[in-house]
Each structure stands twice: as structure tokens, then as C-alpha cells.
């Protein structure tokens, strides 16, 4: 069933509510009438056919400022849509400049000094590299949003085992946490299973993970717990780390949005990690906040619906 714009729905609220008025008047001409008597003078019909005629006209004048009022909430939802691609557009653009630009620095470098020393030329490979995985992750980040955004109902959705994907996460987290004398502390029961999407229910993990990775500050526990309730699994994702300044919770979710634009770089971090999360959480009938925590770390709490178990 095709939905109803605003205009229309206002333009049938008013015509229904004029319809059920002028019936009732028509019926019992007056209130104090407690009884239905038939339209047996010229004079009532009369009053009917008016009464049709400035029911139609006022059909058709609400109809058209409704069609106009339609056209305005399109076009106004089209400029907000064309100012969010302009903006991403350009963010985008944004962050694909630094990476690129710091490699044809490195390579030209090389290839206009035939006689620097091997160290020099190491280095510059490695850091190089790092430019390029750097802009690998963020054009695979870029590549997962699209999909969210666009072919959200070719995802292929299978019986996941949260568990034990969270399991995997700590162990290949094992080295970056000792790097920096932090604690994971898992702390979910054996049993959670969602139906969904692996790759995204993935990156909803590893992306939280790694933000309190890179940002939680060294020596903080990240502790992850989960129940269960009637509306799916809740989980809630914090840390006792620096945490962040209170105006910035609102846009913690937005797409290239960072906290401390240089260290984010400097960390290796594409600002799309945690916009993919809310997306992805998004698509699996749940929904994401962040607040501090007592102690000033940050927390997520979030929603993951079980899905259909005989689904495969």
C-alpha cells in the first residue's frame, strides 16, 4: 500500500471530519433532535446540494495546497540530500588528498634522487605503505557505507555467533592491547546468536574496539557485557578511558566527523568507523547511543534483534 504524503493526509483529515460534520447536521439538522427524520422538505435539499457543492470546493482548494505543499517538503528534502552528498563529496575528497598526496611525495622523491641511501629509501617505502594501507581502509570504508546505504536488501543475512566472533576480536587485538598495557574484558555469556549480515555485525566489534583502541587512552580496561531481552540483545561497549567532551556525544556517529582531527589522523583512523557502526546496527532492527561513563570513559549501548532462528 502506497504511503500517504503529508499533503494528502492533511487534505483526507480535513475532508473526513467536514464529511462526518455535514452528515450529522444533514441527519438531525439540529442537536436537539434525538432522532433520525428523512429530508421530506425542498428546503433540506436544498441545504444538501450546498452543502455538496462547498464540500467539493473545498476539496479542491485543500487538494491543491496540499499537491503544493507536497512539492515544497520534496524539494526541500531533495536540497537537504544534494547538501549532505555536496559535504560528503568533499569530505571525501578530503581525506583521499592527504594519503595520496603524502605517497606521490615519498615515490617522487625516490625517483628524483637516484643516489639516496637505502636507509632514506626504506624509510620512505615504509611510510609509503602505510599512506597506501591507510587509503585502502578508507576506500573499503567508503565501499561498506555504499552498500549500507544503497543495496542494504542484497546483504546476505546467515545465523551469526556473536560469541564467539567477539572471542576472535580479542585475539587478534591481543598485540595492539599489550602495545598499550590495556585490558579487554569480555564479559559475554557463550550463548549469543543474531541473525545478520557477518561482515557488518563484524564491524560493529571490531570498529568499537578499535576506537577504544586508539583513543581510550593507554593502561584502560574496554569491558563488553550483553542480556537479554524481550526486544533482543543489549549491549554495552564502554571504557575507563579520557572519554570525550560532553558536545561532542550528538556527533559522534556522523561520517568523517573527529574529536581531535590531527590525532585521528595520526592513529590511522578514517572517520567512518563509528558512522559504520550505527549503520550496521541500524540494519539489524536495533539502534546505538554513547554517554559518558561515571568515571569519564565512553560507553555504547546498543541493540542487536535476534532475527528469525530457522533462517540460514
Known sequence: MKKLSEGRKMWVSVMVVFTVYATIFMIFEDYDRKYFHPLSEVSDWHL???????????GW?????????????????????????????Q??????KTPVTSILGYTETILDTPDIDDATKNKFIERTNAQAQRLSALLQDISTLNKMDYAAAMLQKE????????????????????????????????????????????GIFRNLTDNALNYAGRGTTITLTADRQPDGWHFAFSDNGVGVAPEHLPRLFERFYRVDKGRSREM??????????????VLH???????????????FDFVLKEGDKNQS
Not at 505543499?69 to 531533495?78: H, V, W
Not at 569530505?91 to 583521499?96: P, Q, V
Not at 580479542?170 to 559475554?188: G, K, P
Not at 559518558?292 to 570513559?297: D, F, K, P, R, S
Open 48 to 58: 444538501l446540494a450546498f452543502s455538496l457543492v462547498v464540500m467539493a470546493g473545498l
Open 61 to 89: 482548494l485543500l487538494h491543491h495546497y496540499a499537491r503544493r505543499m507536497d512539492e515544497r517538503i520534496s524539494r526541500e528534502q531533495q536540497e537537504k540530500q544534494n547538501q549532505l552528498r555536496r559535504e560528503l563529496t
Open 91 to 96: 569530505n571525501i575528497a578530503h581525506e583521499l
Open 159 to 202: 545465523r551469526i555467533d556473536i560469541s564467539a566472533m567477539v572471542a576472535d576480536i580479542v585475539l587478534e587485538s591481543e598485540h595492539a592491547l599489550a602495545a598499550r598495557q590495556m585490558t579487554f574484558r569480555n564479559c559475554l555469556p557463550e550463548d549469543i546468536c543474531v541473525q545478520g549480515n557477518w561482515q557488518l555485525l563484524y
Open 268 to 281: 590511522g583512523g578514517t572517520g567512518l568507523g563509528l558512522a559504520i557502526v550505527k549503520n550496521a546496527v
Open 285 to 299: 532492527g536495533g539502534k546505538i547511543a554513547a554517554r559518558l561513563t561515571e568515571n569519564g570513559g565512553l560507553r
